[in-house]
């Protein structure tokens, strides 16, 4: 009778043991789908963000040449639209600052 306690007690402990280690790898795989969308996310705003930095330098290219030829009404648009580029930049960098952190407490854990 006490090896069958022992037994069962045995049981129990690796039946516990099996039970923590399925908690570990499904936490270490929902770490693992985390980063992978954490990096395509900062893909996506990289791309984002070099996509908007083109055509602020296009709007810039764009502006020197309308102040060349005085044209003031389309050099105001072109700095509202410089003003809404570098507003969505400064969105980008935001976003990239809080992914940036993200990442470093999910490193601390």
């Known amino acids: 009778q006490l090896a069958q306690r022992d037994l069962l007690y045995a049981k129990q402990q690796e ?3 099996r039970e923590i280690l399925q908690k570990v790898q ?18 996506r705003l990289q791309d984002e963000r070099d996509n908007i930095i083109s055509q602020m330098k296009t709007l810039e ?11 003031k009404n389309s050099d105001n648009k072109l700095i509202q639209q410089q003003l809404k580029v570098k507003q969505k930049i400064d969105r980008i960098n935001s976003i990239t600052a809080i992914i940036t952190n ?8």
């Not at 499904?26 to 893909?43: P, T």
């Not at 290219?61 to 044209?71: H, P, Y």
């Open 15 to 17: 039946d516990k043991r």
């Open 102 to 109: 993200n990442k470093i407490k999910n490193a601390e854990m």
């Open 26 to 43: 499904r936490f270490q795989e929902k770490q693992r789908e985390l980063r992978a969308e954490r990096q395509d996310e900062k893909c």
């Open 61 to 71: 290219a764009n502006r020197r040449i309308q102040k060349a030829t005085n044209l």
